[in-house]
């Protein structure tokens, strides 16, 4: 479960993301490990580009040192741009992801849209 | 068993059915064994080469310098291919872009954002190499009706010099009393007609280009930020009667992407502000046009991006019309950075 810890799920370039996860219902010694990033996204007619701002991988080692039933907190300034964007032939979009990898080589993904900025429409 | 071994998959939207991560480790294994076998005919030619060149299929020439070529590339092509897939079946999407702007913050350290410059946003510095004469900067252009002329400049030069050629053949036989009546009635006037043709085009093609005069854009400052003012001073130069001239700053999408092997280009245009409408004038040589504005960039506007397959892309836009010469466009690209401190302009700009 992610949770974004402000009032609004839009911010403006610059501002401070403060985000928080916690594993419901998954037993944590099934985890081979656990990838936390803060990523923009393009969706439209042209091939998806990704690109990443924040990036945290947390190995079964250091698993097993945190409580993962309790929320994990991180923060992390907003870059100035890409900022979100609602075009006609290309969208922008931010959001918080969280992928687990299992022992048994599948992936799980949970991710949280965010807007940066306040161009969200096409002009 | 069906359930657990499925020889094939099908494509749901933008994803495959199926366990993607077999499908990763079958084409690893694909490029490995093209890999491998490259490494091993090529050993297998040079050791071969170097311990009995007498009994060598291929001696050193031609067909040996090609097996080593068609081997050394499927190394290559097998190498690169094997790498690809064991880095995208090992590391997710994320992790890979993260590996690739060196941007992984390591565990137990707080994230660092150390960036000077706005991410995703065009280079500066094409911008910003040619100082104006009356603003600070002189933006670059395009004209794409130069590259139609050079490419077209070289095909009418090879054209015409196969059809000297030609001619020079077809009457060196005809001296020798061994004409060749097909080449001289049929293909000569052919290649001689076609030349004509490309020829007078060019010409025309190049007096338009020239006859129209260049057309210049300065502005006071760069890069250009959203809401703030700027000055804008076009030049048009020539010898012509201008019916109308605009400048418009516009903004356009561009997406690229595969349309089964094909890698096809979109641009859709998504803002229009017209900036500055001359009417009637007279250019003379040496006594330009020249026109002076200001234009603001509005709040809403979205920002410059550029990423491998998408963009959008600023630009001003200059159309004309002319007495006596067709309609003509020319752009000036630009870049828009988002609000954000000044340093980092300035810092763009060094």
Known sequence: MIQLLGFQPGYMPGDELVFQYKLVSIDPTAILAIEASVVWFTEGKGNE??????????????????????????STLLPESPISYEGRLLKIRWCIRVRLYLNDGTDLVAQEPFYLGTVTKEL | MSRFFRLYGKKRGHRMTGWWLAGRVGEAFWFAAICVLGVLSLSTMLVWQVLSPNTHAYGVGYGFWLLVLISSSFIG?????????????????????????????????????????????????????????????????????TRELVLGSLFVLAWNALTVFCSVLA???????????????????????????????????????T???????????????????????????????????SIALVCEEVATYHFGTDTRTERQ??????????????????????????????????????????????????????????????????????????????????
């Open chain 2, 269 to 350: 245009e998504v803002y229009r502000r017209p900036v500055l409408e001359q009417g009637r004038c007279r250019i003379d040589w040496g006594r330009p046009l020249e026109l002076v504005c200001e234009f603001c960039l509005p709040d809403d506007a979205m920002h410059s991006f550029q990423s491998p397959h998408n963009a959008v892309a600023w630009k001003f836009v200059v159309e004309g019309e002319a007495n006596r010469w067709p309609s003509y466009c020319r752009s000036f690209p630009v870049v828009v950075y988002p609000r954000g401190p000044k340093m980092n302009r300035r810092a763009a700009l060094s």
């Open chain 2, 211 to 245: 006859g129209i005069g260049p057309t210049t854009i300065e502005i006071d400052d760069l890069p250009l930020t959203i809401g703030e003012m700027y000055r804008l001073n076009l030049v048009q130069y020539g010898r012509l009667v201008v019916k109308k001239l």
């Open chain 1, 49 to 74: 580009d990704l690109g990443v701002h924040f990036f945290q991988r947390l190995t079964r080692e250091a698993i097993t040192d945190r409580d993962f039933s309790q929320p994990q907190l991180i």
């Open chain 2, 77 to 145: 092509i097998g190498a690169v291919g094997f790498f690809y897939r064991v880095l995208s079946a090992a590391y997710s999407d994320e992790h890979r872009s993260a590996l690739a702007s060196k941007s992984i913050v390591e565990h137990g350290k707080s994230a660092t954002n150390l960036i000077s410059l706005p991410p995703m946003v065009p280079n500066l510095q094409p911008f910003t190499d040619s100082p104006g004469v009356r603003l600070a900067f002189r933006l670059p252009g395009n004209r794409p009706e």
């Open chain 2, 171 to 209: 009457l060196g036989k005809l001296f020798s009393r061994q004409p060749d009546w097909f080449l001289i009635l049929f293909i000569l006037p052919l290649f001689f007609f076609i030349g004509f043709r490309v020829t007078r085009w060019f010409f025309l093609a190049f007096r338009r280009a």
